[in-house]
């Protein structure tokens, strides 16, 4: 994977507007940009790009992993270093005046103390967002490998729940196979059981599982740093003919996207498809939240499927279609696929039934 050359592509995307573009990485605050534009995956790394090279300068914890990882020029820092010192002098060494920063993962002071060194800054975040969101070959390969290595697993904890098990167990045994089958989940895994299923993000606890029970199970596999994110809903013996029937309301409003997405779509015009059909059915207010959103190296990155997202779905992204329908109090239920976008539509990357499953 040419990690380097995606810099040359965001320079050329600026088109003059700035000297480098500077992405600060600290305790992982911008571990995917640092992924992205160099393939370096430590938690500390500051990154400088220009139209000439790219450097990254971290500490001796990662120097061999530098040299492992990514072809970026290495600067190690000196070792009376006092904050932005070295950063300093390899943006005057490169006649950096004006430089681009992601905004929305700089601190505060860290963006003053950019400020104070002189700098002219300029938030290239959009810019970078546009990038990422059109993946590879290469990137949809790793999806794809993310989503197969999910959905064994998934399949594993068929098997293994059964009632009388409480929520965090099966969360735990999940994540336990995910580690063994990938890079581990790409993020907490959620069982949700009985009431707690109508909330769309719960976390697990010791709830048990008993019979009757509705059951979210929302979970997703990183493989060489690549992301999935599925849902599929369980039922704990023969399931209520209410969620059948909200089940079925949720594949009919995701069969319409698959069907009728155009790539001219907005976000929200394609939230819409979705959303309409739930609502035609007087689910409308029970569907919380937006659509889907983008994968890739983060679970949720860009492009949204929000009725907040004006903008294009552009091709090459990847992106979630995840309807719900939560009672509160009592059941929810969520079935979310994982899809590619491209000039001819939407293809389905994941290859789950869609049905509650019985355990």
């Given amino acids: 994977m040419d990690h380097l050359k995606r810099g040359r ?15 600060l990485n600290f305790e992982g605050s911008d571990w995917a940009n640092s992924v992205y534009f160099t393939g370096f995956t430590g938690s500390h790394s500051e990154i400088l790009i220009t139209h000439d090279d790219v450097c ?5 914890r990662y120097y061999d992993q530098v040299v492992q990882e990514s072809e970026a020029l290495l600067i190690k820092p000196d070792p009376h270093d ?6 300093k002098r390899v943006l005057d060494d490169r006649n950096v005046k004006k430089c681009g920063v992601v905004v929305g993962r700089v601190t505060a002071r860290h963006y003053n103390m950019l400020k104070d060194m002189g700098l002219e800054l300029e938030s290239v975040d959009d810019a970078i967002e546009k990038l990422r969101m059109q993946k590879d070959g290469e990137e949809l390969a790793l999806i794809k490998e993310a989503v197969r290595v999910a959905e064994s697993v998934f399949e594993e904890v068929l098997d293994f729940m059964r009632p009388g098990m409480t929520e965090r167990e099966v969360a735990a045994y999940m994540e336990y196979r995910l580690k063994l089958r990938g ?10 059981s009985g009431p707690n299923s109508a909330l769309p993000h719960a976390k697990p606890t010791d709830r048990v599982m008993e019979k009757g029970d509705i059951v979210v199970l929302d979970f997703g596999a990183r493989y060489r740093n690549y992301c999935s994110d599925i849902t599929r809903t369980l039922s704990v013996g023969v399931p209520n003919p209410e969620a059948e029937e909200i089940a079925h309301i949720i594949m009919e409003a995701q069969d319409v996207v698959l069907r009728d997405f155009k790539l001219s779509m907005t976000g929200a015009q394609v939230d819409a498809l979705a959303r309409d059909v739930i609502a035609s059915k007087g689910y409308g207010d029970a569907f919380k939240h937006s659509l889907g959103h983008g994968i890739g190296l983060e679970v949720h990155e860009a ?11 552009p091709s090459g992204s990847v992106i979630t279609v995840e309807p719900g329908v939560y009672i509160s109090g009592r059941f929810g239920v969520r079935i979310e696929e994982d899809v590619s976008v491209s000039q001819e539509g939407l293809t389905r990357l994941t290859n789950l039934e869609r049905t509650i499953f019985v355990v």
């Fill in 56 to 60: 990254i300068i971290t500490d001796g």
């Fill in 82 to 87: 006092k904050g932005f010192d070295t950063l």
């Fill in 9 to 23: 592509k965001l320079m050329e995307a600026l088109n003059g507007s700035v000297d480098g573009v500077l992405i």
């Fill in 183 to 192: 890079d581990g989940p790409s993020f907490p895994v959620i069982v949700a």
């Fill in 303 to 313: 492009p949204r499927i929000s009725w907040a997202n004006e903008n294009p779905i």
